[in-house]
């Protein structure tokens, strides 16, 4: 892949990735709520399941192009749903500090299972896919490179929300109620524009 290609695809993952979107939502979200420490695992997950649906996109891109289609009709509503079910468990939240509070942040598997579910980080993956890496051929390193980058450019993103979370953090427990409803509405916002889009 010529460097200009690379560099394309990169302004692409970053400008894509760092957006508001269900991933940086919940993460400023959680780490407004829990602090940076308690949200690792949620991190983590998000992680590796955007790495791993970008591999998927890559390795089976051709097979996706002609299922997402099909399935996307369906798989939106089911993403939306569970973005829902976040912006309700996020509504509900009760206030307390970080050390003694009886809620646990969500964990390694609610954000892994957030990247399959969410039909902007397919719809990405495969418009990435399909526009940098498909028009020079299949080859095994172009399509780890093009999982790499998309992960990178996102984790990086995924980081800056959860930072300004951590930032906020202090401010949680005089403004719970209010930062809740704020989150719950972003949330609620992003399953609106999947079902939308």
């Known amino acids: 892949m010529p460097g200009a290609v690379f560099l394309e695809l990169a302004a692409y993952a970053c400008a894509t990735t760092f957006s508001p979107g269900p991933n940086n939502i919940l993460l400023l979200s959680c780490t407004s709520k829990f602090g940076f420490k308690k949200c690792l695992p949620l991190i983590f997950g998000i992680w590796t399941g955007l790495l791993s ?8 891109c051709a097979w996706l192009g002609e299922l997402v289609p099909q399935v996307v009709p369906y798989a939106k509503y089911v993403g939306a749903a569970y973005i829902l079910y976040l912006a309700y468990r996020t509504l509900l939240r ?14 390694y598997v609610n954000g892994f299972l957030l990247q399959f579910l969410n039909v902007k980080i397919l719809s990405l993956g495969i418009a990435a896919y399909s526009g940098y890496i498909l028009p020079h051929g299949f080859q095994v390193p172009m399509i780890l490179g093009f999982a790499a980058t998309m992960a990178g450019c996102a984790a990086t993103g995924n980081l800056i929300w959860a930072t300004v979370g951590t930032i906020l953090f202090p401010l949680y427990k005089r403004f719970n109620t209010a930062i809740n409803v704020v989150m719950a509405l972003l949330l609620v916002w992003c399953a609106w524009k999947i079902i939308f889009m």
Request: glycine share 18%.
């Open 94 to 107: 009760k206030t307390g500090s970080a050390d003694g509070d009886s809620t646990a942040p969500l964990t």
């Open 53 to 60: 649906v970008m591999l998927i996109c890559g390795f089976g």
